[in-house]
């Protein structure tokens, strides 16, 4: 089992910056692929950004691809998404997600979640 808290949401103007920050307790030593999902009310989860295990490959949604970066510690335990130039349609739930593989963490189909943690974007 992989425990993942999510922290760091908050409310932000348009055009300001936050970072999120997930931790990963339990089972972290396994190579899991972790990636970050948003959802906005009354709208279906979406897929928002992923990274590999093995070489930190990133993956990005196109809306927030060149806004929004991915990162993570060389011991898997913290996953970060840094947050720029945001807008009012970023408004949402963020969680971050563990997956064993891509595919599945694309489709949404992950492991395990965290608890997610809201962004406010104000006009």
């Known amino acids: 089992q992989v425990q993942l808290v999510e922290s760091g949401g908050g409310l932000v103007q348009t055009g300001g910056s936050l970072r999120l920050s997930c931790t990963a307790s339990?089972?972290?030593?396994?190579?899991?692929?972790m990636g970050w999902f948003r959802q906005a009310p009354g709208k279906e989860r979406e897929f928002i950004s992923a990274?590999?295990?093995?070489?930190?490959?990133?993956e990005y949604a196109d809306s927030v691809k060149g806004r929004f970066t991915i990162s993570r510690d060389k011991l898997r335990n913290n996953v970060w998404l840094q947050m720029s130039s945001l807008k009012p349609e970023d408004t949402a739930v963020y969680y971050c997600?563990?997956?064993?593989?891509?595919?599945?963490?694309?489709?949404?189909?992950?492991?395990?979640w965290g608890q997610g943690t809201q962004v406010t974007v104000s006009s």
């Open positions: 339990g089972r972290t030593g396994s190579s899991y692929i």
């Open positions: 997600a563990a997956s064993s593989f891509i595919a599945t963490m694309r489709r949404g189909e992950c492991e395990f």
């Open positions: 990274i590999t295990g093995s070489r930190a490959g990133t």
